[in-house]
């Protein structure tokens, strides 16, 4: 998810979502009547804290209680409170509650705080004027405060002991949990210290299916129900997570051949990190050499299309493929026979139709597409990418993939979307939330779920949905050998809980694992925005605050000045470095002037540079204005543009799966006469601009083969139609598969008609083939010179340096020294001389890899020792070695 595209998250018809295991039953309890809910169900104004401390947004200093259990139960009460204030410590646990109207639990009512939090709970207060208003309280803080120490230490889920299964989940606030076991009902042990209900089970329970049944007071609602609902930390599932499996991920049975001796390719460090970001659907649905299309076994076919190009992009230096997500989601029917399929000859339509686009979103919500950012249960593999998706094929079959593409020479990173669930509340599709209510999602001040992510946001702040986090990162790593972690709207979690993760991964040796923790690499987008921009709740994992944490963001900076303009411009055809900025006009007015266009063009330039020093805060060189500044004094959006302490702590990149391609980015930028030769030109200058940077880079797999996804700017449900890769260039690129998606796109369609209907902008594979080979030439050359894995400021300060930069720059074209490299990016139409006088006669020749590599154009490019000038053709970028 961008720093500006935000996801919805479809969900499945009613029909389908009875199905599922998270079903609810809304029983009240049947001992005593429900009580009345506050003046708006689910409104909750006050929050208790901790065991000490009731705060309420609005209150009056007087006459202050809480009120809890069904009025004239023998469990019904009162909590005295009285007027107090936020300590120290409080308020730096709850910054965003500093000013509120704080209340003190009177000490005599303190010992009854475990009593009120399992059934209702009410604020009440008698304001100045005689009138009794009531809320609903949070409880997240006092939950944590009173069970937090201890359940943090409990290990939840089916755990195995000699053969015989603990199943264990913490509900402190449930009046009664019990175990659903293959048909029939089991008594579970509540532990009043921790709030965890466990049961231990015989050797003959594994394999069988379960659900726990809560019984608990659900705010939302009002009342107090009975949720049948799957575990969060289910380590296995039934078909559409209908139930979870009663599974020990040690038997040797899931353990495919090899699986306890695996080798993997060595491991990369971060700041060298090159990968690809890859959806295993999109991956092999259409290669007709997959033996199994659409699935993880896609992996092991090594003489499939898609498996030779990546073991080609291993070869030339790629060391990771980004997965998108692949736990078990909410939105995709896992069996085959209830995936529908557009019923539409989509081939027949012409290539700027309407008619493409309405069948495959008559299709969306049932298909077998979506990207994955749907979350149901966090630690067990989708099961629609399974052979078979009943039992734990899925895990076998991960596992044989994570084979796959280790045995290509590649490792895995795994997407992963801790920041929010698919629903919350007594949603079908609601796992967390109807064992816990109130308590794993982040709420606002009344009560109300937080939706900044887009959907239902979770609240890793809260100590147990913290746990959650790194028990799930660390289940990845040990038993599915996952080499590393992208973290979704990562600055949506504490600094500290990322830092978490990274300790308990960290903990991890061969010896005693099987795997080498250390080893393991993470990134995220660390975006700020939201309900907890700027540190409101908490220190937040956003770029400025992960710096120096050896935990990578990705850097936004470099890929808007590469690209141009953002993805919600009113008119898409704003125009950057890699896109013709004033050195190649488009016709679109919004471009502004030629002086505003060179000035433009000029502060992207700065932004490059910042980013190919790995967007170090305090890298310093000579701007485009021609003043002596550090990376963190560019600007960027009113925001500093460098923010890295270190290389390794910025992934740079020119695109991912949210918004347009790369490709359909230019195709809206360049001029729309521009030759398909030369779009394949400014496509390799792009990629370049993060492939020869300092620090980690990605790219979107096929972005070297000219991938279009026909101007979807989010193809999160757009089907196999518009995201299915073509790894044979005879199949085309995907560009004028018919108008992208209305829902997210149609406000663009006059601007992409025209394009999509012109035959010149669907590349051959002459485009094709030459935009990929000149792009693992990059690759060779990054893989090969040292020069680019510089690990400290000081190293990048002293061996790299723009010696041209200044007012005098040529507009379009950047020259960069590292060490014994000169790189030339020269995004201009035409042969440009760069003329470095402090290295005349030197010995500089064209990097071998490139005089002899894919590129005849490139080939042509020269130095002239006497005066120090490089010469390099138009859309090109060369790289020059001493000696």
């Not at 609810?24 to 001992?31: G, I, N, S």
């Not at 896992?334 to 008559?362: F, G, I, W």
């Not at 919500?365 to 149901?376: C, I, K, S, V």
């Not at 035409?830 to 490139?850: I, K, M």
Request: aromatic share 8%; glycine share 8%.
């Amino acid at each position: 998810m961008s720093s500006t595209t935000r996801r919805s998250t479809r969900r499945p018809a009613a029909a389908l979502a009875l199905t599922l295991g998270a079903a609810a039953l809304l029983v009240p309890f049947p001992q005593q009547p429900a009580q009345a809910a506050p003046s708006a169900p689910g409104q909750a104004l006050a929050q208790w804290i901790d065991r000490d401390t009731v705060v309420w947004k609005g209150a009056e200093r007087a006459d202050v209680q809480l009120e809890f259990g069904d009025p004239g139960s023998p469990t019904a009460g009162r909590i005295r409170l009285t007027p107090g204030s936020l300590t120290p410590a409080e308020r730096n646990a709850f910054p965003h509650l500093t000013g509120y109207p704080a209340f003190t639990v009177a000490p005599g009512d303190r010992d009854l705080a475990r009593t009120a939090l399992r059934g209702p709970l009410t604020a009440a207060q008698r304001t100045a004027d005689g009138r009794r208003t009531t809320t609903g309280v949070q409880i997240p803080g006092v939950l944590d405060d009173l069970y937090g120490a201890r359940a943090q230490h409990t290990r939840l889920g089916p755990v195995f002991h000699h053969g015989r299964p603990t199943l264990s989940v913490w509900a402190p606030t449930a009046r009664t949990v019990a175990l659903e076991l293959d048909g029939r009902t089991v008594p579970m042990t509540r532990d009043d210290a921790s709030g965890v209900w466990r049961v231990r089970g015989a050797r003959d329970w594994a394999g069988k299916p379960y659900r726990y049944r809560v019984t608990v007071w659900a705010p939302t609602v009002g009342r107090t129900v009975t949720n049948e609902v799957t575990d969060p930390y289910s380590t296995a599932l039934t078909a559409d997570s209908a139930r979870s499996l009663v599974v020990d991920l040690d038997d040797p049975g899931l353990a495919p051949k090899g699986w306890a001796d695996l080798r993997k390719p060595a491991a990369v460090p971060l700041r060298r990190a090159r990968i690809q970001e890859l959806h295993i659907r999109d991956f092999s649905v259409e290669d007709r050499t997959s033996r199994h299309p659409g699935q993880y076994l896609a992996f092991t076919d090594r003489r499939s299309d898609g498996m030779r190009r990546l073991a080609s992009l291993a070869a030339a230096g790629t060391s990771y493929v980004h997965l998108l997500p692949a736990f078990d989601g909410a939105t995709v029917p896992e069996k085959r026979a209830d995936q529908q399929r557009p019923d539409c000859d989509l081939a027949s339509y012409a290539p700027d139709s309407e008619n493409q686009q309405q069948c495959v979103t008559r299709t969306a919500a049932h298909d077998a597409y979506n990207w994955g950012y749907d979350p149901l249960h966090y630690t067990v593999p989708e099961g629609s990418y399974a052979s078979a998706p009943e039992g734990p094929a899925r895990t076998v079959e991960f596992r044989r993939m994570v084979q796959g593409l280790n045995g290509a020479g590649l490792r895995t990173v795994m997407d992963v979307v801790y920041n929010h669930t698919a629903a919350s509340g007594q949603d079908p599709h609601s796992v967390l939330d109807r064992i816990v209510p109130g308590y794993y999602q982040r709420l606002l001040d009344d009560g109300s779920v937080a939706t900044s992510t887009c959907c239902s946001g979770t609240a890793p702040e809260h100590a147990m949905m913290g746990k959650l986090v790194v028990d799930s990162v660390v289940t990845w790593a040990k038993e599915y050998k996952v080499d590393g972690f992208r973290f979704d709207l990562m600055g949506h979690h504490p600094k500290a809980n990322i830092l978490a993760v990274r300790k308990a991964l960290d903990a991890l040796t061969p010896r005693k694992d099987g795997v080498d923790g250390r080893s393991v690499i993470l990134y995220g987008e660390g975006w700020n925005f939201g309900e907890a921009a700027d540190d409101a709740r908490f220190v937040q994992a956003t770029q400025k605050n992960m710096a120096g944490t050896g935990i990578a963001t990705f850097d936004d900076r470099a890929r808007d000045a590469v690209r141009g303009g953002g993805p919600f411009d009113a008119d898409p055809r704003l125009q950057g470095f890699a896109s013709g900025l004033f050195t190649d006009p488009n016709s679109s007015p919004a471009n502004g002037d030629s002086a505003s266009q060179r000035a433009r063009l000029r502060h992207y330039q700065d932004l490059i540079k910042v980013g190919l020093t790995g967007n170090l805060a305090d890298y310093t060189f000579t701007d485009s204005d021609g003043r002596r500044v550090k990376g963190s004094q560019v600007d960027y959006n009113g925001a500093p543009a460098g923010y890295a302490a270190a290389p390794g702590d910025a992934l740079a990149y020119a695109d991912a799966h949210d918004n347009e391609t790369l490709y359909d980015a230019l195709a809206y930028k360049l001029p729309q006469g521009t030759s398909a030769a030369d779009r394949a030109r400014m496509q390799v200058l792009a990629l370049a601009t993060a492939t020869l940077s300092q620090g980690p880079a990605l790219s979107q797999a096929g972005s070297d083969l000219l991938r279009s996804k026909s101007l979807d700017r989010n193809s999160f449900d757009s089907g196999d139609w518009f995201n299915a890769l073509h790894w044979n260039c005879a199949d085309g690129n995907g560009f004028g598969r018919g108008l992208p998606p209305a829902a997210d796109n149609k406000d663009k369609w006059p601007y992409a008609r025209p394009l999509l209907a012109d035959p010149a902008l669907r590349p051959g594979c002459a485009a094709i083939d030459a935009t990929a080979a000149a792009y693992r030439d990059l690759l060779r050359i990054h893989a090969t010179e040292p020069a680019f894995g510089l690990s400290t400021t000081a190293a990048v300060q002293s061996a790299l340096s723009f010696p041209l930069s200044g007012t005098d720059e040529t507009p379009g074209v950047l020259t960069m020294r590292l060490a014994d490299l000169v790189i030339v990016f020269n995004a201009t139409p035409h042969r440009q001389d760069q003329a470095v006088p402090a290295l005349a006669g030197a010995p500089y020749r064209l990097h071998p890899l490139q005089a002899h590599g894919a590129d005849p154009t490139t080939a042509t490019a020269s130095f002239a020792r006497a005066t120090g000038t490089f010469t390099v053709p138009g859309r090109t970028v060369a790289v020059f070695r001493r000696g």
